[in-house]
Structures are given as structure tokens and as C-alpha cells.
């Protein structure tokens, strides 16, 4: 049989339904289902088994091994059955019919590609691109998902080679997971994706993203987690993986840049009295620097205190708005909110200005000419807002709180390289 097709499901038994019957509606006529639950709490396993019973392989596993563990399992399992090609998918999308076949001709028409992704959109706006392949950039210490949020357009390639693929809309090869392993298994959830591409790349396949093959993802750009899990695990797992690959040479200035990043989140849910967030921002840190991977001990995942002045409950509130620079998504997004909310075209006394902005914490009213006022709200590329005079003042008093952070914290990161590397700074 030359395709599977993984599922791993947590607490998700609906949105799997719909993923899997999605697959079953495929333009394929070969392929197997297999699906992994994840230690559900809730009534998963038996909306999926009555739904679809013998037609899937569904295997329940008494304890949650993260995403990528119950992928494994499912690919192993699609190994011994013999497939020679591995489709992983998320719980959350669902798949258009000639997908799995464009990328499944793509691969086999392409011997030097281990792994191949599909472009995948938000369900909730159907003409945006979710996600359409992941770059790892060295200069800056972070994974960038290629035309995030941007409108599908014809100057978008076909194919975009890439560093990785998400893991929710991908397939690979045997051969490539032969030579470059399963799943690294030891993030437990996020950046799995990540570094099982960049081991691709490194084993000497290419991964691309394959425009053919479309997708839709629930997930909201919005969504609310009800708890620091994301946060914890992307974090530290983000940590993790620069701390192995880095190249020696870079490793000093990799360490302030991410120890950088970690004090702008922090500081930016100091600001909004998150402070459930704000200690999972150093929890994680310290856990990766300790060399904690896997599963995060329970009291490691709080509650999700972020609230004030939120982007969501700001925008019920406002009934007409001026945008100063075009933005189509956030304008869908904020529709999305607050269906009645009208749009100028020009700026009015009764009416809030939205400035777009990198981040609120490189505005400082030294370096730019702007009003700190009711009437003019800051939105940056994560959503969060400067709204306040208050606002302000604490954004003036970050650069001295950060260099106080890395003299703290650099020593302590460096160390853990070392330890892991056996390098000398």
C-alpha cells in the first residue's frame, strides 16, 4: 500500500471526524487511516470508533506522549503495514479532495524530496494562508511560517522549497525516514515539525511545500488557550533546538537574541498583569537551560491569566475605527470581532486610530512623534497593544530592565551549551 495517512487526536474526537472523512473523500483510492488517541479525558475514542469502526486502525494510548509521540506510533505503524509514503495530518484540518494525491504524484516525481507540505489555510477566512511552509533563520534565531496571514494571490509560487513543514498538513517518504529517523520525540508538542525537517535537510532531502495540495485549519489566529502550554512549549523547545544547531561561532550572539525574545514576552505580560504567563516565560527558560525535555511536570502548566486591555475585548467595544496603513487581514480579523464595526477612510475625533507596528516595545515617543491618547492605539505583528500613557512609561523603562536580564542570564545559557556540546566560550 503506498499511502498512510496519521492522525494524533486529543480531546479533539469531532474535528478528527471531520479530518478523516475529509481523507476518505479524497481523489485516492489506496491508502490507510491510522489514528493514535492520546489518552483522551473526554468522549473522543468512541465518536471516532463508532464513526468509522474497521476502516481506520485506531490505537489508544493510556498516557499523552505529546503530538509527535503519537505521530510515531501511527508512522510506525504505517511503516510495518508497508506503505512507502507517510501523510501526517492534525486533528484540526481537513483536507481539499485532490491533495493527498498532488502531493503524493509530487513526491514520486521528485526523488531528491524527502518531505512535502501542503498550503494550508484559516478555515474561518478561506482566501488566507494560514501557513505554506517554515524557514529557519539563523540570523535572527527563529522559525518563520512562510506567507502567514497574507491573501492567496498568483505571484505565490507553486512549490516553495523550504527548511520544514508543518505537521499538521505533511508527507514523507520511507526511504527519507529510513535515513533520517522518526520523529524527535523529546519537545513533546511544538518545534517537532521543526527539527524533523531540519534533520531531513541534513540527511540530504529536500522539503517543500506544494501549493496543489490545500488545506483548512480551524484554529483562529485569536483562539484563547486556556492555559500557558503553547507558550511553555514553544519557548522551550524554540530554546532547545538553537542551543543544538547553532553553529559555534554564533553562539554568543544567538544567546542574546533569544534571551532578548524571552524578556520582550515576559515584559510584555508584566505589562498586561499576566503573571501566569509572564513565570512560564522564565520557567521555560530555566527548563531548557536545566535540560528538562519531554512531558513538562504538571505544575508547570498554569492557568492563562492574560486579560486588561485584550486585542478581542478592545475591539467589541469600539464602533468606528481609522486604519492608518492598509492591513486586509486585520481588518477581517477585527470584522470577525465585531461584525458592526465601521471602517474610515480618514481619521475622526470620535473614532480610535490603529497604528500598525514591528513590536510595541521598539515604540518610544523620544524616537517617533506619536500621541499616547485614547484615540491612538499600537497594534504590532503578535496583536498586542499600546494603548495607555502608562503604556508608555513602562515601555521606557524596558532597555534597563533587559540588560540587567542578560547579565543574569547569559552566563547560565552559555554553560547549558556547553554541557551539551562540549564547547568553551
Known sequence: ??????????????????????????????????????????????IIDNRFGNRITLTCCTEDLGSCGGLNIGIRQALEAGCDYICCLGEAVTVEPSALKNMLHFIQSNQGVGMVGG?????HLPHYIQQFGISIDFKNFRAVTLYADCADNDAIPGVVYCDAVSACAMLVS??????????????????????????????????????????????????????????????????????????????????????RSIFESFYLHRMGHAHNMAQSDLTALNDAIYGLRGMAPASRILENDESGLSFVSFFEEQERVYMEDDDPF???VIRQINPNIIFLQLPASNAVTIVRCKSILEIKDFDYNLDFSDDVVYIDKSYRML???????????????????????????????????????
Open 1 to 46: 500500500m503506498p499511502l498512510g495517512v496519521v492522525i494524533s487526536n486529543h480531546n479533539m474526537g469531532y474535528k478528527t471526524v471531520e479530518c478523516i472523512s475529509s481523507v476518505f473523500h479524497s481523489d485516492i483510492d489506496a491508502f490507510q487511516v491510522f489514528v493514535v488517541d492520546m489518552a483522551s479525558t473526554d468522549s473522543s475514542v468512541s
Open 119 to 123: 498550503k494550508v489555510y484559516h478555515r
Open 174 to 259: 520511507a526511504a527519507a525516514i529510513e535515513k533520517a529517523g522518526l520523529m524527535p520525540e523529546d519537545n513533546f508538542l511544538y518545534w517537532d515539525d521543526t527539527e524533523w525537517g531540519f534533520r531531513m535537510k541534513q540527511a540530504g532531502f529536500e522539503v517543500a511545500a506544494l501549493s496543489d495540495a490545500k488545506m483548512y485549519h480551524s484554529a483562529s489566529p485569536m483562539r484563547r488557550c486556556d492555559n500557558t502550554k503553547v507558550n511553555y512549549y514553544m519557548t522551550r523547545n524554540c530554546l532547545n533546538f538553537f542551543m543544538k544547531y547553532t553553529r559555534p561561532e554564533k553562539c554568543m550572539k544567538m544567546s542574546i537574541v533569544l534571551l
Open 330 to 332: 486585520l481588518e477581517q
Open 387 to 425: 494603548a495607555t500613557r502608562e503604556d508608555a512609561r513602562l515601555v521606557k523603562n524596558y532597555e534597563a530592565g533587559l540588560q540587567l536580564f542578560l547579565y543574569a542570564m547569559q552566563p547560565q545559557m552559555l554553560r547549558r551549551i556547553s554541557e551539551m556540546r562540549t564547547l568553551q566560550f
